[in-house]
């Protein structure tokens, strides 16, 4: 095992000694392994299995452990033997013994598969020495409305200095302009006194809170721990922060849009603007200055719609309810009437929800708005599809649209995908008037999203919640996701926390989530850079910028070690301590592969670690077996599979490849944003070379699972399996 001194330790519990022999593993290792001891066990996860390994460490001199075990995902705090030890451990539990019959000399030949992959792997990997570099633990907030103060005072609090940028001259921001809340407090029924007020003195006295108000950021260069902010507020000053929360809040959707709403008349206005007539402490008809003796509220006013936003903005049925409650109180003998495709009044507001239905005058319609138009001095409103049969036409002196939350942080003008050194004037001009952010980023001043039609900042929607695919920026509040006072509270707390996460795991040289705590990072060989920019395109993350000449210049607190670079490069230069071409390659041919004499197939599986091998792991743990031809290897995603592996696994006699990875496309769940979505289409390319090789392109399969589908496992293998039987074995066996 190279120069290190291994000490290989085998577990017989769990039922592994009665699944394969243990002895012949023993056996194998002394064959073929430089391993300084092997020891087997049956309580290796015990105190006395755990001591005697230690001891062994201390006495042997140990630097290296192989654990041939359980899989990694469980007892990983137990066999910790220090930062200065390597250990490797190798799944015989969930790959092997729990997922193939006992006793057979196929589920034997896995297990020695896999132990030689160990070795393999053992002998590739180095110590990770962690990029450690000065860093700040300043949080900038941008945006000074609710989330935004709530998310600058949870700093404070937890003992961080805080920059708190608004672009206009008072804190507040829209929860400013409103009359009264949603109710926040039990028992949830009735609306709450605007409190903004009282936050905003509590930020203002805040001495950990510098405040920046009239301001605007000029420019964001750097990376997590780093970042130097450019604040403009008519001159400039220049900042450094460890984390940002973006907490800018949304717009609302364009009342210009909604002509069908009768957008263009004057008497109807959209929620923001029946807002502020009743903050302002006059509900008035525009056209006239006339009392609203009937007010007509229309939701999901281009929210839900293929032409307009296609998603529910959360909060618009509530805010309706709210509204109708002002008319009926400014206006006792006034009625409210709200057409619904459905009310949504999610959580405690449904307790709300029933408390204004008991209102005599407010009245719920079901049905979609066919047009308005005015009649006289009324406006009429058609509706169709209502659940009381006909289409109807009804009569009310305003009209009220409920128009959708936007978030503020994206703006679809800002398309510039240029490194800084190679923007024109023209392009700066437009970046800085759009862009609220400025990344100096060689993927544009933005916050990307995951979705055109929604354009929300996101990196993982179910495992990461206020991460971006900017590490570091944390998003927020309305500016996240629809959503309404209360959870914009809670959601900037939430942010807060991972800002702090940040600047504190890069302070140690750490990754942050997903690989939270992995200290290695991306390594260059820049001498055989050929400038093919594939590595910055296909980072998800803006981890690399550019020089001039296309050479990536790297920036290790930026990057998530997803090795999606490692995957794109055709040259091979870039790699991890514990993660790299080598590596993988090396695993591979450590592989016996049958010869066609034999009647046996060899397959080789890349796994994804985060959905698709948990998936494998739990469908051990249930005892679905499969093919024992197939030999697994995890990868940190799927996108970091260099194609050079597969050309290694067909030179080294595999019959087929297959490679299973998170949901994309519509299911996304990829914890890489890309990476599955990558690999499918390098894949592809691999494919039509097979095919001009007269190879069948068969031979390679992609596929999706999600963390809870481990049924399908045996169904992928044995479907593979029986696909490649009918295949010729491979021509390059034996070469």
Known sequence: MSDKKTGVYICSGCGLGEAFDVAALEKTVGDEFNAALCKSSGFLCEEAGVNEIKGDIRNEGLDAVMIAACSTRVNYDV???????????????????????????????????????????????ELTVPFVQDVSDTILVIGGGVAGMTSALGAGAAGHNVLLVEKSDRLG?????????????????????????????????????????????????????MFDVTIENGATSVVRAGAVVVATGFRPYEKEKLTDFGSDLPDVVTSVEFEGMAASGKIVRPSNGEPVGSALFVQCAGSRDKKHLPYCSSICCSVSLKQALYLREEYPDSSATIVYKDIRTPGKMELFYKQAQLDPGIFLVKGEIDNVTRDGDNLQVHVNDSLLGPAVSLKADLVVLATGMVSSTYDASVTIDKPEDQMTDDDRAKSGKASILN??????????????????????????????????????????????????????????VKAIQSVKLVGAGKAVSPRAGDTSYPDFFLQRCTQCKRCTVECPFGTLDEDKKGTPKPNPTRCRRCGICMGACPERIISFANYSINMISSMIKAIEAPDEFSGKLRVLMFVCENDAMPAIEMAGLNRLKYDAQVRIIPLRCLGSTNIVWIADALAAGFDGVIMLGCKHGDDYQCHFVKGSELAETRMSKVQETLDRLMLESERILVESISINEAHKVPEIIDGFMENLSDMEPNPYKGF
């Not at 790959?95 to 590739?124: F, H, I, N």
């Not at 009359?179 to 936050?199: C, M, V, W």
């Not at 900042?457 to 944390?474: A, K, M, V």
């Open 79 to 125: 066999f910790d033997f220090g930062e200065k030890i390597l250990v490797e451990r190798v799944d015989l539990r969930e790959k092997v013994a729990w997922c193939q019959d006992e006793g057979s000399e196929d589920t034997l030949d896995m297990a020695k598969d896999y132990l030689r992959m160990g070795a393999a792997k053992l002998k590739e990997i």
């Open 173 to 225: 921001g829209f929860m400013r302009g409103m009359k009264k809340t949603l109710p926040r407090n039990a028992p949830y029924i009735n609306l709450e006194e605007n409190s903004i007020e009282q936050l905003t003195e509590e930020v203002k006295a805040d001495r950990k809170i510098s405040v920046h108000l009239n301001s605007i950021i000029k420019s964001i260069v750097g990376a997590p721990g």
């Open 439 to 496: 990344l100096q980023y060689r993927k544009g001043p933005e916050l990307p999203h995951l979705k055109e039609e929604f354009a929300f900042p996101d990196s993982h929607f179910i495992c990461f919640p206020y991460e971006t695919q900017r590490t570091g920026i944390y998003a927020a509040g309305s500016a996240r996701s629809p959503q309404g006072i209360a959870d914009s509270i809670d959601d900037a707390l939430g942010a807060t």
